[in-house]
C-alpha cells in the first residue's frame, strides 16, 4: 500500500546497474549526468499512441527512509519492504494491488482497490483475525505514462534499457526514475530518491511477470467491500498499529 501512495509510485527498485550508474556510498545516482550523451536512441513510448492501456506485474519494493504522503498533504520519511501484485488500467482508471508490508517489524496483508471515476478507494485487510474493508476518498492519482521524460539508455545487467524520470513527484519532493527494457517495453525496475531538502532516502523496486494489459478481473469487489465502513486515514493507521509485532 505504501507503493501507491508514494507514487505512487510507480514504483521502485534494487538492481545492479550498468558501468554508466555508478553507486555512491550514500546509494544517490546522478541520472542527469547521463542526459544528452551521444548515441542514446530512445526505443519506448515516443508517443502516446505507444502507451499500454494498462499493465499487472508483481513486485517487491524496499525502502529506506523513503519519502511518502501523510493524510494531511505534508510528507513523512518511512522504512519498509513491500511486496505483491498490481494491476493498473489506464484507460478505465483503476487500480488494484495485492500487498505484503513489512514496517517496524509488523507485517501487514491486505488488497487495495482505486477508482477514478468516484474518486474512491477500497482497502481490505484482515485483523487479529477478523476481516475489515475500509472505503476512503481516493487522494492521488492512477498512475500513468504520460509525464514520463526521457533521460538515456542505460543497462541493468545485461538487459539494455530506456532510462526515464517521472517529474514533480510529492509536490517535487522526489526524484524517480523507471528502467524499461528495450526491446517489449516491459518495466524493469525504478528508483526513487528523495530530494529538494527532504531527509536523504531511497527506495528500490523490481519487476516480476510483467503484462502490458490490465486483468479486468482484478477490478470486482469483494462482497465485504460493497458495504465498506468509510474510514479516515488516521484511523486506519490506528487500527494498523493494533496488529501484533513479529518477533
Same mark, same amino acid.
Given at each position: 500500500?505504501?507503493?501507491?501512495?508514494?507514487?505512487?509510485?510507480?514504483?521502485?527498485?534494487?538492481?545492479?546497474? !550498468?558501468?554508466?550508474?555508478?553507486?555512491?556510498?550514500?546509494?544517490?545516482?546522478?541520472?542527469?549526468?547521463?542526459?544528452?550523451?551521444?548515441?542514446?536512441?530512445?526505443?519506448?513510448?515516443?508517443?502516446?499512441?505507444?502507451?499500454?492501456?494498462?499493465?499487472?506485474?508483481?513486485?517487491?519494493?524496499?525502502?529506506?527512509?523513503?519519502?511518502?504522503?501523510?493524510?494531511?498533504?505534508?510528507?513523512?520519511?518511512?522504512?519498509?519492504?513491500?511486496?505483491?501484485?498490481?494491476?493498473?488500467?489506464?484507460?478505465? !482508471?483503476?487500480? #488494484?494491488?495485492?500487498?505484503?508490508?513489512?514496517?517496524?517489524?509488523?507485517?501487514?496483508?491486505?488488497?487495495?482497490?482505486?477508482?477514478?471515476?468516484?474518486?474512491?478507494?477500497?482497502?481490505? %485487510?484482515?485483523?487479529?483475525?477478523?476481516?475489515?474493508?475500509?472505503?476512503?476518498?481516493?487522494? #492521488?492519482?492512477?498512475?500513468?505514462?504520460?509525464?514520463?521524460?526521457?533521460?538515456?539508455?542505460?543497462?541493468?545487467?545485461?538487459?539494455?534499457?530506456?532510462?526515464?524520470?517521472?517529474?514533480? %513527484?510529492?509536490?517535487?519532493?522526489?526524484?524517480?526514475?523507471?528502467?524499461?527494457?528495450?526491446?517489449?517495453?516491459?518495466?524493469?525496475?525504478?528508483?526513487?530518491?528523495?530530494?529538494?531538502?527532504?531527509?536523504?532516502?531511497?527506495?528500490?523496486?523490481?519487476?516480476? #511477470?510483467?503484462?502490458?494489459?490490465?486483468?479486468?478481473? #482484478?477490478?470486482?469487489?469483494?462482497?465485504?467491500?460493497?458495504?465498506?465502513?468509510?474510514?479516515?486515514?488516521?484511523?486506519?493507521?490506528?487500527?494498523?498499529?493494533?496488529?501484533?509485532?513479529?518477533?
Amino acid at each position: 500500500m505504501k507503493l501507491l501512495l508514494s507514487l505512487i509510485l510507480i514504483f521502485t527498485i534494487a538492481f545492479n546497474y !550498468g558501468e554508466s550508474l555508478k553507486v555512491g556510498l550514500n546509494n544517490n545516482i546522478d541520472y542527469s549526468k547521463l542526459e544528452n550523451q551521444v548515441n542514446q536512441q530512445q526505443q519506448c513510448f515516443t508517443s502516446s499512441s505507444s502507451f499500454p492501456t494498462g499493465y499487472s506485474t508483481s513486485f517487491v519494493q524496499i525502502a529506506f527512509n523513503a519519502n511518502t504522503p501523510t493524510s494531511n498533504g505534508d510528507i513523512t520519511q518511512t522504512s519498509y519492504m513491500e511486496s505483491g501484485t498490481v494491476d493498473i488500467d489506464f484507460v478505465g !482508471g483503476q487500480l #488494484y494491488v495485492d500487498f505484503e508490508m513489512d514496517t517496524e517489524n509488523s507485517v501487514t496483508k491486505g488488497k487495495l482497490w482505486g477508482f477514478s471515476g468516484n474518486n474512491t478507494q477500497y482497502v481490505n %485487510i484482515e485483523l487479529n483475525g477478523n476481516e475489515y474493508c475500509f472505503q476512503q476518498p481516493l487522494t #492521488y492519482s492512477v498512475p500513468n505514462f504520460n509525464n514520463l521524460k526521457y533521460v538515456s539508455d542505460a543497462e541493468i545487467g545485461s538487459v539494455e534499457c530506456d532510462l526515464f524520470m517521472y517529474p514533480n %513527484i510529492l509536490g517535487n519532493s522526489t526524484n524517480q526514475y523507471l528502467f524499461v527494457d528495450k526491446t517489449d517495453c516491459s518495466l524493469i525496475s525504478a528508483s526513487a530518491q528523495n530530494s529538494n531538502g527532504t531527509p536523504s532516502g531511497n527506495s528500490l523496486t523490481n519487476f516480476y #511477470y510483467y503484462e502490458p494489459s490490465a486483468d479486468s478481473s #482484478y477490478f470486482q469487489l469483494p462482497s465485504i467491500c460493497l458495504n465498506s465502513i468509510s474510514l479516515s486515514q488516521p484511523k486506519l493507521k490506528s487500527l494498523l498499529n493494533k496488529i501484533p509485532k513479529i518477533h
